[in-house]
């Protein structure tokens, strides 16, 4: 499960940081979609996917479908997925 604050309505599609939440600590993501029908919640699946190099059907999400912080469950071998998790964190600190 990997934590999300998203922003609909961006003018870039992208993941560039890591934010404090009253839930902890979630990476930023930013999606063109609005926040319509699931528009940006779908939009925020293919994103995590491609910046974690999974298929878009193994990212779904698993709560937060009406708020801003969102959980998303990532289906693969736990060590791989926490290795890739991590990988991408440290990026983002840098």
């Not at 910046?51 to 959980?71: C, D, E």
């Not at 060590?79 to 890739?84: F, G, K, N, Q, S």
Request: hydrophobic share 35%.
């Amino acid at each position: 499960m990997a934590h999300f604050r998203l922003t609909p309505k961006s003018s870039k599609e992208a993941i560039d940081g890591i934010v404090e939440t009253p839930d902890g600590p979630a990476f930023q993501a930013r999606v063109r979609a609005l926040p319509e029908d699931g528009a940006a919640n779908r939009a925020l699946e293919e994103l995590a996917a491609r910046w974690l190099g999974v298929t878009k059907s193994s990212v779904s999400l698993a709560t937060g479908g009406k708020s801003r912080l969102k959980s998303l469950k990532i289906s693969g071998d736990p060590e791989t997925l926490e290795r890739l998790l991590q990988e991408r964190t440290n990026e983002l600190r840098k």
